[in-house]
């Protein structure tokens, strides 16, 4: 962390007598061109990645040079008006930036919602049309075997054993797709059911727990299921993980959850920036978090395992006072 503000420090100098030397002429002249070059600027500082904190000191001390260097009462009240306007033309680029995200957001909660409402339907499909057609290919079956010697009623029986595996198979899937449990009882319930089904499968042992005594909004519940289903899909498939550990837990106004697992680690900056499909689940994760206005914070290093922690705010996230599950 110290180094990373060195850096910053200096970076800095040039930046700051540009900028004070830009605020110099404008005040001199208030002419057009001078707010444009504050503008691009105020690019060029978006693009470094220079926080707005810096900024604020960045324009405080080049107008306290200017102030104090200024003698005239009238021109220091006079100063102060043209670097207002100075600096709002400096911020303007952080200010559509800002709402460029928030846009953003909307859109991608919106698709999120549209994504999941897609998925409900086509497990509700796989679940009940698929099970009707299944249950016609069983009493067809029935009917056939009746007037069949023996040898073939024997046959004819182990076709509807692999037909029964098979409607487990698509059970189990249209849970996965969307379970039932999560808009009846919520995200708890719904990561215990999701914990067992892979847990048997992959033979992981994965132990939730959870203290958090109330159910959230639909999208957050959604959102925090998704990425738990994601992080075990990973756990499974990359970490090649033991165990995981599932907490959930309030902080004041502020749900927490936490998945660690026991696996291989990885990189994190490397992986999220590397093509493949776990660069993208990374990002899927942080995408579906952000849509709901929560943060999400990944430790891993090789050989140490990895620890996803999603913080929440709880404001507006209540859907009901049912209890999630302890």
């Avoid at 420090?9 to 110099?24: E, I």
């Amino acid at each position: 962390m110290k180094i990373a503000t060195r850096g910053k420090q200096k970076s800095l100098p040039g930046f700051k007598d540009l900028y004070a030397s830009l605020l110099r002429g404008y005040a001199k002249d208030e002419s057009e061109g001078f707010l444009g070059q504050a503008y691009a600027l105020g690019r060029r500082a978006l693009t470094e990645r220079k926080s707005l904190v810096e900024m604020v000191s960045v324009h405080h001390e080049a107008l306290q040079e200017l102030v104090l260097k200024e003698i005239d009462e009238r021109r220091r009240t006079n100063l102060l008006r043209v670097s207002s306007d100075f600096f709002a033309e400096f911020l303007s680029p952080y200010e559509m930036a800002q709402r460029g995200f928030q846009d953003a957001v909307t859109a991608l909660r919106q698709l999120n919602e549209t994504l999941e409402e897609e998925i409900k339907r086509i497990a509700y499909s796989v679940h009940d049309e698929a099970g009707q057609l299944l249950v016609a290919v069983h009493l067809a079956l029935a009917d056939m075997s009746r007037g069949l010697p023996k040898p073939q009623q024997k046959q004819v029986g182990q076709i509807e054993q692999l037909l029964k595996q098979v409607e487990n198979h698509l059970r189990r899937y249209s849970h996965e797709l969307r379970p039932t449990i999560l808009d009846d009882l919520g995200w708890i319930p719904a990561i215990r059911f999701l914990a067992e089904g892979i847990s048997k499968r992959a033979n992981l042992a994965i132990h939730v727990r959870s203290t958090v005594p109330r159910r959230l909004a639909g999208s957050a519940e959604t959102a925090l299921y998704r990425v738990v289903q994601e992080a075990l899909t990973n756990a499974v498939k990359h970490a090649k993980a033991r165990n995981v550990w599932i907490h959930a837990w309030k902080e004041k106004r502020i749900v927490c959850c936490s998945i660690r697992d026991d696996g291989s680690g990885f990189v994190p900056r490397k992986v999220q920036t590397a093509a493949g499909r776990k660069g993208l689940g990374l990002i899927a994760m942080q995408e579906r978090i952000n849509a709901i206005g929560g943060t999400l914070h990944i430790e891993s290093r090789p050989g140490q395992g990895t620890e996803l922690l999603i913080r929440l705010s709880q404001e507006g996230s209540h859907a009901d006072s049912h209890r999630a599950g302890r």
